[in-house]
């Protein structure tokens, strides 16, 4: 299935100012980019570069005087998901069987203090049979029991104040799910992309969870259609993920987003009901 | 300089568990492992893994059933750190130059809310004229703002608790160290080892920040000679290096921990202010 | 019904230090005060005086010396708290009609922040038929979901933390049910008191609930007979009622509570589900 | 000094809504209320109640219908405050004087955590040598270190989170000053009123410090001469005296709030240093 993603960020720089961007797609076995083009105007030398863990393809900019600037991203992705039957998905990989890439997602980030929630995660989901219904269970919770609500919250918001107060958007979401899977020592990762059908058009947050060996995606907002999104970066939470980090003085002046499919067979689908779900893995 | 290390640490374990343990030496530029050795008893299969990152040697074993368990280890390593005249440290390194092992080192992390405190940090700090003379004022205000004292803090205590509270223990300092270094876009990092002279003997936590291209090594809590650390791991906090990761049922009945100097002309070297050290340099 | 109560607190005195203890028996129309004594060792000047709402009776003392000092209270006290069948308590009180003294007990307070929690609670309670349904539902609520532990929270612990952490003793319970009933517009208040049977012996936390026009006595903890209580002061939460207040620098070396039945008929009555229950008044 | 006071509060209800309004001004010795009136439209039954501790003037009223509803308050006011010599003001009064009026102030409130900052205030101002010294160090270390800035903080916002975050209005600066004033023994409460001259105009909250036995006015804001305040209400944080408690359902269209001087000969009194100043006493 192809998709046709695009973001234009105006900033007004006040003084000089680097901008870390995480706006690409990434190249996974999941989703070919079949052309893109990245464009900043002013035209500016650009770095790019793919964190540690490979996942996010950053771009550095210094905008050294005080100005406008625009970056403008544009990309034609193919995407091909897998779909597993929850069979193959019953297992909890133990502890003992994850490899160092997968071990870090284990432990608490910064908006993910799943040190702190670990009598409430076991006491809620500990019971449940299995690794896929247990995280399906999460997933249905947050949608039951948090509002979804912009304006609320901010970027300093976290998994332990949206489990209180209940209310947030896709980002306290998936940094609520993550937390409550890694709780019950089930390795799990935010998930930052492009989603189709998103209202408004925004960047979206997902969260995705390791079972039967498998990342397997979840969507606790219940927003967009499963098969319609396209991946920037994965990462322990939004620190490791940020659509921009700023070191300087740029205000944001306006963001404008798109996702569209261009395959006309493409049907969306939406979960309604993630326990009785096939598991989708955009890995 | 010679090091003899040692660690012997103990647990109940009431139901099938698997541990991580974080408590080898690092080879690093600035130590080589002369002879080392690791023990169980009882004596299971484990599995050796290096983080993402690198710079961690962990350790996976899974203890079936309940039983006492022990892990010993013992290295002896020869310590060369480097030191650098403040004037080759005046540069900070600006985001634009910093390369992709870094950056993740200037992000917020589960112990070190480094977005809260931008506002506070520029305003104690923010005017200090250069890199290393902030951060070594960083240090200096830690150690003579918070109160060393165990017991009061425990595992989910992070910097944001600690500026306010005024009280912990060395991993405590550490973070509220690393949270003020990154809330100025200063890069810094957690660092886990064996320290000479440390009363009661301990594993000990200290900082490091990414100052004229080098990682430096700041110790706020003024506990133990600058010249006696031998590194374990280094991480973004104790969430990446905590001495033991324990998924299931188990409990730690003692702890034994050594590091003994057996170099006849070693000469402990305290630092009592640190701004007005040359910079030392463990990487 | 009779009973005795008794308590005896011990400490190190390093400095001048006043104390204002909260540990006698209160008058109210619930219980008769047959006799009592307080004692200080050293003898030394006290101050006894009421809360501005009424309900407390403080001793100041200022203890100048370095010293031991001791304070021992005894009293018998006569109980007759009230009994009201449900069908007397359905009414939940409408904030129009609620008096003065009444008012605060709807707001936020130190351990209670029940402005944060007002969409968790009506999701979770808000749908219940009557308030008394309601209160008995969070009530439950805790008993099955948060865990009696000691040494885990202190006295800096609040209802907030509670929620997420779900870990505490007597006085962490009684603060979240607190919350949760304010965020319900019920009004609500702590309890502390002599409880009989409590094992291990010590002063004891509930709340009361002020529906149907009456406090009615709730303990999510469910560790002793409800009909077993003797007041000492109720408040909004621990900041109103705390046991000892400590100016100056001394140290609790030793408590000894004790609360015995002189009535041969006392029949201990343990409440196992509270919503099946008659409402009870210590009022 | 006569000042004429104003304030309009208009609001969408949508479902039945009890309001506490807490906009009239408060009859104490140092002000006269020569004239008031106030009116709700529509009209409907009132209900006016002052707090146990006896300095604010609640009004009930309920909103049966969904409609839209407006409240106008507008009194004439005779101000004549006390002014003392800092020599009449150098006394703490410890602990073991203060009646049980004042005790309450000492305790730790909803947004004024006085317990989690005894170090912090202990480290920073405990040396300075008399009660009005310290908290006029306070004051000016307020109004130093945390920015004046809308927007970014709430009804939920704490002093414990403008201790790290530095930035606020002047309910978060007055809560800031009174937790520090507690955290060193000295009692402190919250002081809403009117205030000349302050830009936009809104309702102002500032606080009063118990030194040598008066109740001294404090501003950290600077925001406003400190010869222009009309008090509405004291408490201990905002939780006490909230301008309006909304339960039900209402949306604030908006706020219009005046204070003016009639008195030609009133000349604005702006405090550069509370250091060198004479104390106010607004009680």
Redesign the interface.
Known sequence: MKFKVFSELQYEVRMPT?F?FNIQVSPTSSQTILEESLITDPVIPR?E?????GEAR?I???VNDPANFKITYQATVDLHYNIFEQRQLLDTV???KL???T??Y?????Y??S???Q??AT?EFGNIENAYAKVAAINEWIFN?V?YLGGVTD??TSA?DT?????GVCRDFAHLGITLCRAL?IPARYFTGYAYNLNPPDFHACFEAYIGGEWIFFDPTKLVPANGLVKIAVGRDA??A?VA?I?GNARCMSMNIKCESIDPEFKPYYIKNSEYQKGLSYQ
Chains 1, 2, 3, 4 share one sequence.
């Open positions: 680097t870390i770095e570069f793919t964190a540690a863990a950053f550095k900019v210094q133990p502890v003992i490899d160092a890439e071990i870090p284990l432990f608490p980030s910064r993910c203090q040190d702190k929630l009598k409430l006491k029991n509002e970027s300093s332990h489990l209180t107060e209940r209310v020592s620190a490791d940020a980090s070191f």
